[in-house]
């Protein structure tokens, strides 16, 4: 059974950073594409970035590009997401995501697996 576990999330001031940490337990973890979605409140959970499982593929949300990085350790089983110049739009739950394919092209209905959520407040 895939269990993804998310940290990092917290309250940062408008143009901060943080740093989205994600583990991966329970399969082969470069077989597995991942990415990250937020959902604000009362919005739908929405693409922010995702990473094929060898890593050489990534995507990237219009709305954070330039901004935002995801990067992967594959020898560690984490998925990061660094958050730079951070805005108060910014402001959702974030969700670690796995799909079995390893392809980077995948939405919110392709997700095999999701984490708990951790949640990112930016502050004006």
């Known amino acids: 059974q895939v269990q993804l576990v998310e940290s990092g999330g917290g309250l940062v001031q408008a143009g901060g950073s943080l740093r989205l940490s994600c583990a991966l337990s329970g399969r082969t973890f470069s077989r597995y594409a991942m990415g990250w979605f937020r959902q604000a409140p009362g919005k739908e959970r929405q693409f922010v970035a995702t990473?094929?499982?060898?890593?050489?593929?990534?995507r990237v949300a219009d709305s954070v590009k330039g901004r935002f990085t995801i990067s992967r350790d594959n020898a560690k089983n984490m998925v990061y997401l660094q958050m730079n110049s951070l805005k108060p739009e910014d402001t959702a739950v974030y969700y670690c995501a796995a799909e079995s394919s390893g392809s980077a092209s995948f939405g919110v209905d392709n997700v095999d697996y999701w984490g708990q959520g951790t949640q990112v407040t930016v502050s004006s």
């Open positions: 990473i094929s499982g060898s890593a050489r593929n990534t």
